[in-house]
């Protein structure tokens, strides 16, 4: 009987040290699906602030592109009406010597 007493406190203690290595390996698991967790966690931060910067830069781009736009499509109305105007004091000028010769031709 005493045997017997010895073989369950034996097989209790195997029980005992199978459970805790088990719930070791458990605990161990559960902390590497954790950092695996974590690591994923951070790589989709990442991942989003870079999308960011990137929506970031090309709204810059875009509108360093308008400003561009802009500032062509002013020099060529400025060019439009600077022609316009010289075209209209050519004019001014030949009516003049016209209407001068005209005079001269009077007389």
């Known amino acids: 009987s ?3 007493d010895s073989v369950t406190v034996r097989s209790s203690d195997a029980r005992q040290k199978e ?3 088990r719930i070791a390996l458990q ?3 559960e902390r590497m699906e954790a950092v695996k967790g974590m690591k994923a966690e951070k790589m989709a931060i ?3 602030m870079e999308r960011q910067r990137e ?3 090309l709204r810059a781009r875009k509108m360093k592109e308008e400003v561009l736009a802009k500032r062509e499509e002013a020099r060529k109305k400025r060019a439009r009406a600077e022609a316009e105007a010289a075209e209209k004091r050519r004019k001014e000028y030949e009516a003049r010597v016209k209407a001068e010769e005209d005079a001269r031709r009077a007389t």
């Open 2 to 4: 005493k045997l017997d």
């Open 19 to 21: 459970n805790a290595r």
């Open 27 to 29: 605990q161990q698991q």
């Open 46 to 48: 990442k991942k989003e």
């Open 55 to 57: 929506d970031e830069r």
